[in-house]
């Protein structure tokens, strides 16, 4: 084959930017993210050993106290896109995210008092297994069904997130990347079922909350001499980054304070009280108090971690205020944007440096001056900086339209990048490998968790669904084949994910889309005993053929999408409940 001059310099240039990766890792970073990845899994295939039941592989034999269950829980919903994408999150659009979560205590409250005593009484395998005792076998794999394409989806998207890792620090291309994530974390998956992924996320959740504690030490520590932790803070309050609250009310807006309670309830709500990868967790506890305890500090702590994950990122953005940060954080797609169309990328670059000098010099200034207080010179300052800065903002938002619509990288921004690229590029040695291995652990928790509750969904909900003719070793061959299966699926999502954006926006759209036609059920389950199965399965359908439809033409925020869902499958029951009624009567 013969090569042109120019098919030469693309494939040099591509080698070279697989290979400047490994170079950016030292050794000991290797060592510090092999070693921690491998004793993981050695640790869960410990744990996992001696399965003899399918009862021992799905429920880890009913035999699991309240930390396992909180840091389970905790763990599961933490996935990788947590710590991945939450900084950049913050980063590009303050800490308004934290709202998301304001509606989750309340609903821990009610699970608590409502759901995990019915489940407990009735032993099952699973959330939706009741639905067939309180209804029909139709209302049971409806909603199995759905639970099972919303978090098979979303296992998908949570690959990704890791996968993102690996292809950076090593080069690969991301689909390979994709099997290799989903395939390390199926090893104990796959041998240990629900002990192994109970026990390693234990393990798992206090490595990643003592790094990321290190990581914000860090951010911090790195600032430039004479500036400190207010200082920070203080930039990234005039920046727009500490927006914690916002009370103003859109229907469309994402993330305020209505939406955050009322729509983050109803999401919650449905989440861990109906979705198998939670209820799991906490039908798995020694009994009902240990349950009902690991999801209620599991109410209390999210808001505070939240918080702190989010508030890494508004601390890298004043980080990146006094240092400098380039165009655009994901590498490889702007490279190709470079070489494709040189004049114009370098027009945006040269046009961002002397931006960017500019912010670096305004940012020193406002530190200097409100040591001084220079009240009315620092506001001057400060309009200036938030003039320079908005400047810089619409420069990116010309390279991330161009890099996408010219389809240079899967991605729709740079999000995802931000955090990876403070870690790889900031940190000291050994702190990188650990804080890589810690958002690939992160991963691990919530994949493995949902795999586990996905195999034992289709398994006892659609597979042996009423069959009582198999030995206890058969249906634990069932159960790991599930497991493999939903792998090899969630791997094949993940090929489809880098086209979704923020990754933790995508995730949580995706289960907007289903979680409230699934809580419908449940509440009407739950609190209207009169209504019967074919009026509830009707109503689902329905139902989420208008969620889908609301969606699709973006009248309101996603959240409220949980409302509408769990809302209508409601009022539907109600009235086709009262017009049954009437008929009856008339007769």
């Known amino acids: ?61 009913k035999e699991m106290p309240w930390y396992i269950v909180l840091l389970g829980i905790m763990a599961t919903q933490a996935s990788a896109i947590t ?53 029909d076998k139709k209302t049971r794999l409806l909603t199995s069904l759905l639970f099972l394409i919303s978090r098979g989806l979303s296992t998908g998207i949570s690959i990704y997130a890791p996968a993102i890792i690996l292809s950076s620090i090593l080069g690969l291309n991301i689909y390979l990347a994709n099997v290799i994530t ?9 041998s240990g079922g629900a002990k192994a992924v109970a026990h390693t996320q234990k393990l798992q959740f206090l490595i990643i909350l003592s790094a990321m504690g290190i990581a914000g030490y860090l951010v911090v520590h790195r600032l430039p001499n004479g500036v400190g932790m207010g200082d920070a803070l203080f930039i990234a309050g005039k920046s727009g980054k500490l927006n914690v609250i916002t009370t103003d009310f859109s229907w469309k807006d994402k993330y305020n304070i209505w939406s955050g309670i009322i729509g983050g309830f109803f999401l919650a709500l449905s989440y861990f009280g109906t979705d198998q990868s939670q209820v799991g967790r906490y039908i798995s506890a020694k009994g009902e108090r240990e349950g009902k305890l690991g999801l209620l500090l599991n ?37 190709k944007f470079t070489a494709s169309e040189p004049a114009l990328a370098n027009d945006l670059q040269n046009r961002y440096n002397q931006l960017h000098a500019l912010q670096e010099k305004q940012t020193i200034q406002i530190t200097e001056q409100r040591k001084h207080n220079g009240n009315a010179q620092l506001k001057t300052t400060i309009k200036d900086y938030q003039t320079t ?26 999000t995802n990048y931000i955090f990876l690229y403070f870690v790889k590029n900031s940190l000291p040695v050994g702190v990188i490998g650990l804080l890589f291995a810690v958002i690939i652990l992160a991963s691990w928790g919530s994949i493995s968790a949902a795999l586990n509750s996905l195999a034992a969904s289709s398994l006892m909900d659609i597979h042996l669904r009423g069959r009582c003719d198999l030995t206890p070793k058969q249906e634990l061959k069932y159960g790991r084949l599930h497991t493999l299966m939903w792998g090899l699926f969630c791997i094949g999502v993940a090929m489809f994910a880098a086209k979704l954006g923020s990754l933790i926006e995508a995730v949580n759209i995706l289960g907007s889309l289903f979680y409230g036609t699934i809580l419908g059920i449940f509440l009407v389950a739950f609190y209207m005993k009169s209504v019967k199965g074919n009026f509830v399965f009707t109503a689902a359908i329905i139902t989420e053929l208008l969620v ?14 949980n409302v509408v869902g769990a809302l209508s499958v409601v009022i539907i029951c109600s009235f086709s409940y009262i017009i049954s009624n009437k008929q009856e009567m008339q007769k």
């Not at 989903?182 to 796959?190: D, H, K, V």
């Open 182 to 190: 989903g395939g390390l974390l199926l090893i104990y998956t796959y």
């Open 83 to 135: 710590f991945l994408s939450a900084p950049g999150q913050a980063y590009t659009d303050g800490m308004r995210f934290v709202q998301y979560y304001f509606g989750l205590p309340i609903a821990m409250v009610v699970i608590s008092i409502t759901f995990i005593p019915i489940f407990r009484k009735l032993n099952v395998y699973t959330a939706y297994e009741y639905l067939e005792k309180r209804f």
């Open 299 to 335: 109410g209390m702590v999210k808001i505070p971690m939240q918080f702190l994950i989010l508030l890494i990122g508004a601390l890298v953005f004043s980080f990146y205020s006094f240092s400098p940060a380039p165009l655009y954080f994901n590498p490889g797609a702007y490279d």
């Open 548 to 561: 889908i439809a609301v969606y699709l033409c973006d009248v309101i925020s996603f959240l409220w999408l």
């Open 1 to 61: 084959m013969v090569f042109s001059g120019t098919r030469i310099s693309y494939y040099s240039n591509h080698i070279l930017y697989l290979v400047h990766p490994l170079l950016a890792m030292s050794f000991t970073d290797w060592l510090v993210l092999f070693l921690t990845l491998s004793s993981m899994i050695a640790y869960g295939l410990y744990k996992g050993r001696k399965q003899s039941s399918a009862h021992s592989y799905l429920l880890a034999d």
């Open 389 to 414: 800065q908005q400047q810089i903002k619409i420069l990116r938002d010309n390279v991330s339209k161009t890099i996408a619509d010219k389809h240079y990288s899967p991605d729709k921004n740079d």
